[in-house]
């Protein structure tokens, strides 16, 4: 399980979701996939650039403990009600 390389993981099609903060001005990014992976920044741009740097140390840490990276999501997008079990609608997103 050592020999995954977390930026190869990460061009698979994992659930990006950006959330605009209205009140700060900034950007939230996750990943759906991994909990408690989160990132912050003033544009949505630097939101997902600094996604990027902590999903990979994300999946390094997992890695290390000897956990299973979860598989992306499947998104049924003409079946959807839209929303999500997260309350936040869910997108599709290129970084």
């Known amino acids: 399980m050592k020999n995954l390389n977390p930026r190869e993981l990460l061009k698979r ?3 990006r979701v950006l959330i605009p903060d209205e009140e700060s001005g ?3 990014a996750q990943i759906v996939e991994f909990p408690g992976c989160i990132a912050q920044g003033a ?3 630097e939101a997902y650039e600094r996604l990027e740097a902590v999903a990979e140390s994300w999946i390094e840490a997992a890695l290390e403990m000897q956990q ?4 992306e999501r ?3 997008l003409e079946g959807s009600s839209g929303g999500s079990d ?4 869910e997108a599709r997103s290129e970084p």
Not at 68 to 71: A, G, K, Q, S
Not at 86 to 89: A, K, M, N, P, W
């Open 13 to 15: 099609p994992y659930t």
């Open 26 to 28: 900034t950007f939230t």
């Open 43 to 45: 544009t949505p741009a």
């Open 68 to 71: 299973e990276i979860p598989l």
């Open 74 to 76: 499947e998104i049924d």
């Open 86 to 89: 997260y309350g936040i609608d």
